[in-house]
């Protein structure tokens, strides 16, 4: 707003141009404050979605925990399996030759199917967990994005209080 300049009539300042001079700065205070709600208004949106795409953020976390932990079970599972066929092909060798001979080939096929098995949920939780990372990486960059759209918002509205200076 710039500062009018008023003439000088016999009695003082000429009163149409104060008239107009106070209808301009009223019109302008009008259109920063309009302009200032919605500014306010945007702000309070991105941080609404700054704090939804954050609780996003920690559920997909929550969900990658779950599935390092899922894998890891898996592994132990694979491993129990296997300790456990080995230790039954071992006790059935003491028993007669002919049948530890056919309990430990099925034993050794359930171990390779249950290792194919755990090793097929390993590759595909290692799949899941790299589908979590991108959009994590995803959301991260969102999260950047809107935080430097709030920075300029907030920006703007201290460049609108320095115009309008105090109230």
Not at 39 to 64: A, T, V
Not at 144 to 152: G, N, P, Y
């Amino acid at each position: 707003m710039e500062t009018p300049d008023f003439k000088r009539v016999i009695r003082g300042y000429d009163p149409e141009a104060v008239d107009q001079a106070w209808t301009e700065t009223d019109r302008q205070l009008s259109e920063a404050n309009a302009a200032n709600k919605e500014l306010r208004l945007q702000i309070n949106s991105l941080r609404e979605q700054n704090s939804e795409w954050g609780n996003r953020l920690k559920n997909y976390e929550q969900i990658e925990n779950d599935l390092r932990d899922a894998l890891l079970s898996a592994q132990r599972i694979a491993n129990q399996v296997k300790d456990e066929a080995s230790k039954q092909a071992d006790e059935l060798m003491q028993s007669a030759r002919h049948e530890s001979e056919a309990l430990l080939s099925e034993a050794t096929r359930i171990a390779e199917s249950k290792e194919i098995d755990a090793e097929t949920m390993l590759n595909e939780k290692r799949a899941e967990i790299i589908q979590v990372e991108e959009h994590l990486q995803e959301l991260a960059e969102q999260k950047e994005k809107i935080q430097s759209q709030v920075d300029q918002a907030v920006l703007y509205l201290e460049m609108v209080k320095e115009l309008l200076g105090p109230l």
